[in-house]
């Protein structure tokens, strides 16, 4: 969360993101999303790296799934959420 800090006093226009979740406490991943969410709604562009699809989802606008290093789905995350075929082949068939 500090570099987190660190990185937003510089008023960047695009913030990366990896893995930011990693290691925390669920209500702590809760807190990291509201807040990568926030920062998004105040206009800065987010590139999130994220294995924790379903909150990476829940606030992205697009998705990007590489597969060994290579692109194999992408699109709006409405559209990526709602196919069963992507559910059942990487999101664990929710």
Same mark, same amino acid.
């Given at each position: 969360? *500090?570099?987190?800090?660190?990185?937003? %006093? @510089?008023?960047p226009k695009l913030l990366l993101l990896d893995e930011p979740s990693m +290691?925390?406490?669920?209500?702590?991943?809760?807190?990291?999303?509201n807040i990568i969410k926030e920062i998004n709604d105040a206009g800065t562009?987010?590139? *999130?790296?994220?294995?924790?699809?379903? %909150? @990476?989802?829940?606030?992205?606008?697009?998705?990007?799934?590489?597969?060994? +290093?290579?692109?194999?789905?992408?699109?709006?995350?409405?559209?990526?959420?709602?196919?069963?075929?992507?559910?059942?082949?990487?999101?664990?068939? *929710?």
């Amino acid at each position: 969360m *500090l570099a987190m800090g660190r990185a937003i %006093m @510089a008023r960047p226009k695009l913030l990366l993101l990896d893995e930011p979740s990693m +290691g925390l406490a669920p209500l702590m991943v809760q807190n990291i999303f509201n807040i990568i969410k926030e920062i998004n709604d105040a206009g800065t562009t987010i590139l *999130l790296v994220e294995q924790n699809e379903h %909150m @990476a989802l829940s606030i992205a606008n697009r998705a990007y799934v590489i597969e060994t +290093g290579k692109l194999v789905l992408s699109g709006d995350t409405k559209e990526l959420q709602s196919s069963g075929e992507v559910r059942a082949a990487y999101l664990g068939g *929710l």
